[in-house]
């Protein structure tokens, strides 16, 4: 008995990760918050609650993609800045929206095919890319400015029937996520391929018949476009364009994945994982603001509890 | 995608691409900027890069057994609040030196801990560390960068011996000392059998998990002399929170081919790829290249390193 309940709380054996230790500290961390501070529970705080999770959720899906084939995106910070960079622009939103959805698919796929034809390590490719698209971004904006165009605002922040417009982007976000990851081919698929990885057999998927390659590049691609997503919000949130606004980004969403029980080395996790590592994030800032904790501190405590989670967990392999 | 390359070429692959680049760079300062070119003028640019250049040491020994150790911009920061603020009390300079060895060696063990025994993705592992220790320093310096360093360090760091400037002196006694290690120690060849093949190492009975947590906590106790060294470099302390450093390290680890598990560039490699990263601020500094166009020319120079270590690998 004790046993199957450790084996459930450390998420061993599971192919969706260690999910409900997450879940538990959200939940203990959401209820002794309306019970000890009054203003937590208003409907105006969770709604700002909600909006400062969304970006956030957004990246962190598309990392989750990629995380979950064993490789890892850590240019998605970079480019949300180059979203809200190319959204601010002089020029109207039929130019700018496509090319931001040009510039994401060419961020992706240059991402993919490093590592699958050029064979360079996902972290290395990703991060170099980072320098590149965040140079990129401050050529076109060199420092926070400009106008996004105005229905984004609106978008963002307006209501639609007295519910403020957060309430239905994030379950449409999520759910084209979870139809992405839990209900396509294309899910198994990624499982397939991270799972293989992760036991040192990188051609087991391939060896099925899954046209392995293709799958990595277009999770790449995929990962890049949910961060342009999340940069679009953002743009629509402060209103113009900032080359910093998305630097935070590439490590907390990697934070958000692993958190959540996602397996860094691959082929282990879940959608609801990731979204419980999201909404902790953003309730942990949250909660510290409203407990008069030292801002500071609030990032020793992320990352004490990202270490707590993901040393809990069980994983064969060492290293990265 | 099937790639041919012509005998010539393929051995060319395997020269790491650090010394290609510092040629074409040294070559370029020289044709275009020739009163750079003298002792005093590129000792004062190298001595800038002496920090990253002993930071690479550590990086490049995880980097052989496949890890990665990003902590060091914590072990870094930690270092330079606990110097500049005077926060130890009135203690004597020299006990500076003990104290940040402890505090490497510390973050080290629990690098190593959670990577070598609990298996945490080291990119987690020592990101988190990193974050932990920067809270710690915002905490207790509430946001205030602190005071000055003490000149005793500082009065050292200016000092020259023979034509090298005292920083650059240890940056090569200690790459001397680290190569003479990894190649004539047992704990050098566990390193190299770990990065080929680790599971193959296990069963030869090379101690896998011990090799990666020493590893690690070497790399932190390099991180706390780098540190040290870097803390004597600047007159008032910062609280500034970068990465910068340990991905320099690992971009100037990789153009010196050293790459995760596999170690053709030695310890030389790297070091020409620390120098690469000294010319290449000089040539952009002297043209005049705007940030947005030193942040791009970093990114491809790490990303063409790679992949021409990629195509070498996905030949053989």
């Not at chain 2, 205030?144 to 920083?167: E, L, Q, R, V």
Request: aromatic share 8%; proline share 4%; hydrophobic share 55%.
């Amino acid at each position: 008995m004790t046993a199957t309940l450790k084996n459930i709380l450390t998420g061993k054996n599971s192919r969706q990760g260690l999910w409900i230790l997450p879940l538990i500290i959200v939940v203990i961390g959401f209820v002794s918050l309306s019970v000890s501070t009054e203003d937590f529970a208003t409907s105006q705080n969770l709604s700002n609650l909600l909006k400062q999770a969304m970006p956030l959720i957004i990246v962190a899906i598309g990392q989750m993609i990629v995380i979950l084939l064993g490789g890892m995106d850590l240019s998605v910070g970079s480019m949300i800045s180059l979203t809200t960079a190319l959204l601010a622009i002089d020029a109207p939103a039929v130019v700018t929206i496509p090319l931001v959805v040009v510039a994401a698919v060419m961020v992706g796929f240059i991402n993919g095919f490093s590592v699958v034809r050029l064979n360079v390590h996902p972290i290395i490719a990703t991060l170099s890319m980072q320098f590149i698209v965040l140079g990129v971004a401050k050529l076109i904006r060199p420092v926070a400015g400009g106008s996004v165009p105005e229905f984004l605002v609106q978008w963002v922040n307006g209501t639609i029937f007295g519910v403020s417009t957060v309430f239905l982007l994030t379950p449409i976000v999520i759910l084209i996520g979870w139809k992405l990851i839990h209900g396509s081919r294309y899910g198994l698929h990624l499982f397939a391929i991270g799972g293989g990885a992760a036991e040192g057999q990188e051609d087991a998927a391939h060896n099925f018949g899954i046209s392995d390659r293709r799958n990595i590049i277009v999770a790449y691609i995929c990962s890049a476009l949910f961060a342009a997503l999340a940069g679009a919000f953002l743009a629509g949130r402060i209103a113009s364009g900032d080359p910093n606004v998305g630097t935070i980004f590439a490590l907390d969403s990697v934070t958000a994945v692993a958190i959540g029980g996602t397996q860094l080395s691959g082929g282990i996790g879940g959608l609801h994982g990731t979204l419980i590592g999201a909404l902790l994030m953003a309730l942990l800032s949250n909660g510290m603001n409203l407990a008069n904790l030292s801002a500071f501190l609030q990032g020793s405590i992320k990352g004490g509890i990202l270490l707590l989670v993901v040393a809990l967990q069980s994983r064969k392999k060492m290293g990265l | 995608m099937k790639l041919t390359l012509n005998p010539m070429f393929s051995s060319l692959l395997r020269v790491p691409p650090a010394y290609f680049v510092f040629a074409a760079l040294f070559v370029t300062l020289w044709v275009t900027k020739p009163q750079l070119m003298n002792v005093n003028v590129m000792g004062v640019f190298v001595r800038q890069v002496a920090p990253l250049g002993i930071l690479v040491l550590g990086q490049l020994l995880v980097m052989r057994v496949r890890s990665i150790d990003l902590s060091g911009a914590g072990v870094l920061l930690i270092v330079n609040y606990m110097m500049s603020s005077g926060i130890m009390g009135d203690i004597h300079v020299l006990f500076y030196i003990p104290l940040a060895l402890l505090l490497g060696l510390i973050v080290g063990l629990v690098n190593g801990y959670l990577i070598g025994r609990r298996r945490v993705s080291a990119v987690i592992a020592t990101l988190a560390v990193t974050t932990i220790l920067a809270g710690i320093v915002q905490f207790f310096a509430s946001g205030k960068p602190p005071g000055a360093m003490p000149d005793f360090y500082n009065d050292i760091y200016n000092t020259k011996i023979w034509i090298f400037p005292s920083p650059v002196a240890f940056w090569i006694v200690l790459t001397v000392l680290m190569s003479v290690f990894l190649s004539r120690f047992v704990f050098g060849r566990y390193v190299a059998s770990i990065g080929e093949n680790p599971t193959a190492a296990h069963f030869s009975g090379v101690p896998v998990e011990r090799t990666v947590i020493i590893a690690h906590v070497m790399a932190s106790v390099i991180a706390s002399i780098a540190a040290l060294v870097q803390s004597s470099s600047i007159a008032v302390g910062s609280i500034r929170v970068g990465l910068e450093m340990p991905i320099d390290a690992v971009a100037a680890t990789i153009l010196g081919g050293v790459v995760f598990g596999r170690g053709e560039g030695g310890v030389w490699g790297p070091f020409f790829g620390v120098l690469c990263f000294a010319l290449l601020f000089v040539v952009m500094t002297s043209f005049g290249v705007p940030e947005p166009g030193k942040l791009i020319a970093r990114g491809l120079i790490i990303l063409l390193a790679a992949i021409l270590y990629g195509m070498r690998a996905a030949k053989s």
